[in-house]
């Protein structure tokens, strides 16, 4: 026992808190309970080990000791590629894919949070030895706040309105209103899929939406979150049954097609608003500076 | 050679239009058009698409 015991079992704890509070598991169900979770609770409990001990190693002047946090960053970008790994295995195996841009995007968060954790048990500590204890509460309060902040992106109702259209057939061509989705040739699967397809068109707010939803990442991520939530009507070997998204060219529109198994337009709708915009996928031509001149955007 | 693509079959009522290289099912009503484009979508994992009324083909996405 030392002086900077306490503040050390403080800093891991308070990451270790941290990173709990962050590795929630919604209907994604990703991770999976248990066996998932404790890798990453692992590798939590690493992360906050190494923000912590950093305060201690530059108090005692040993500041070689902070060259461990490059040792850390290399470890989290592995943690990187295996969530990208496994769930690119995975991904081929679903009935509706996540996309490779919705699985980047998982994959970073699982990197960026650990560093995040690092980032509060080292502030955490930091404010322990500082002042004291209180200090440190408030400061792994903070922390956390900052984590949340960080955790919680924006999500597609921010960005586009979403509204409910039947699809139909104009001969043999599927349609979310004008908005061409695919050529579907005999008429008794014409029938299942007017019996059990949904349209919906988003209708991007602003020019910055309109690239955004155009990314096919950000749309497959869209048919896959809503067929998790709502249940899928297709199989192995029925490729006509199939959710799509398409692009009206004129005015950026998309046209979303699915096969839910629990038919409810309301449901739908706050599902497809709580898809996650993805990182990977937001575009900002506003900010271009010759789009900042001369005419503007819509 | 890996193909984006590819017509794994073309069923028709009316052969004088068709050539080329993808199996051709020749049928004789629309009916037995349907049933056995519904076989083969079934069989070969494809998708049937119809170009117009009389010719539909299974395709592989």
Known sequence: MNEYTFPILFGVFVGVVTRLYLLKTDYRQYPTYLHGKIIHIALGFIAAGLGTIAVPAIMEKEFAAITFLALAASQFRDVRNMERNTLNELDQYELVPRGKTYIEGIAIVFEGRNYLVIFTSFISTLAYLVWNIWAGVIASIIGLLVARKFMSGSRLKDIVDIEYVEPHFKGAGLYVDNIYIMNIGLPARQKEILRYGMGFILKPKNFNARSTIANLGQRQAILHDVSTALGVYRDSGTPALVPLAKRDLDDGRVGIFILPQEKDIEKAKAIIGNVPTLENAIRMPTESEANKKGRKLR | ?61
Do not use: Q, W, Y
Not at chain 2, 3 to 20: D, F, M, Q, S
Not at chain 2, 24 to 32: A, H, L, P, Y
């Open chain 2, 1 to 61: 050679m890996t193909h984006e693509k590819l017509i794994l079959a073309v069923i028709t009522t009316n052969p004088n239009k068709i050539a080329g290289g993808a199996p051709i099912f020749t049928c004789g009503t629309r009916e037995e058009m349907e049933t056995i484009a519904t076989n083969l979508e079934a069989i070969l994992d494809g998708i049937a698409h119809a170009l117009s009324d009389e010719l539909l083909i299974v395709v592989k996405h």
